[in-house]
């Protein structure tokens, strides 16, 4: 049974560029949330997807989007990137937006803007 | 708003040491509690969880008691090895929202053999 996969694992981007992660939830697994998290830092909630929407948002600008596919899979996508983007972006999957389901996490993308 | 309060790093403890590292919430609903452990360069792994107060959460030697009325939940361990070392994240999710969870900063353990 594969767990969550990210892709790609690394990558560096330039000021101003644009960036899409990829992720794909485990096997059973409905719903799709994303994480940013800085070095020396807990992880912080971006948005979660489920059933083809955003449900949730945290606190990023709308240069943080998504979307999520018929299959689950859901991509994170940044627009004018910017230093302080420079993080492991995770992404964490459960069977279930509400209750108390664990959520399991990705390896992550590591993004370095320069 | 919901916030996770870890006591400060790093953490370094010589091998068959007692570990607590302290954790405090505050939620305005009920929360689900966690503690996940990252070891370098990895995600996430989930150790232990508890749903509801008084809950005790355990596995791999590690233990948590979901405290509600001191608003806590205290990672232990009664006797730690080398391959422990690694950072902790307590962590909560209200019900409504399994998929939203507040993270604490991290407390960064290492065991010296």
């Known amino acids: 049974d594969a767990g969550v996969t990210q892709s790609p694992t690394h990558l560096i981007k330039t000021r101003g560029q644009q960036v899409t992660l990829r992720c794909s939830p485990k096997s059973g697994h409905d719903t799709v949330s994303w994480y940013q998290q800085a070095l020396g830092q807990g992880p912080q909630f971006i948005f979660q997807y489920y059933e083809e929407e955003e449900r949730q948002r945290g606190n990023f600008p709308d240069r943080f989007s998504g979307h999520q596919f018929p299959n689950y899979s859901s991509e994170l996508n940044v627009n004018a990137l910017l230093l302080g983007d420079s993080a492991l972006y995770l992404c964490?999957?459960?069977?279930?937006?509400?209750?108390?389901?664990?959520?399991?996490f990705g390896p992550g993308t590591r993004l370095l803007v320069l | 708003g919901n916030s996770v309060t870890q006591m400060e790093g790093p953490v370094t403890l010589s091998e068959e040491a007692f570990l607590t590292i302290n954790c405090t919430y505050t939620a305005t609903g009920y929360p689900s509690l966690f503690w996940y452990v990252q070891y370098p360069g990895e995600g996430l792994q989930l150790l232990l969880k508890?749903?509801?107060?008084?809950d005790k959460g355990s596995n791999k030697g590690f233990e948590a008691t979901y405290r509600k009325e001191t608003t806590s939940f205290h990672l232990e361990k009664g006797s730690v090895q080398v391959s422990d070392s690694a950072v902790y994240f307590c962590?909560?999710?209200?019900?409504?929202?399994?998929?939203?969870?507040?993270f604490g900063d991290g407390t960064t353990l290492t065991v010296k053999p």
């Open positions: 964490a999957s459960s069977s279930q937006p509400t209750g108390v389901e664990t959520q399991y």
């Open positions: 962590a909560l999710s209200l019900n409504t929202n399994a998929g939203k969870s507040t």
């Open positions: 508890a749903t509801k107060a008084d």
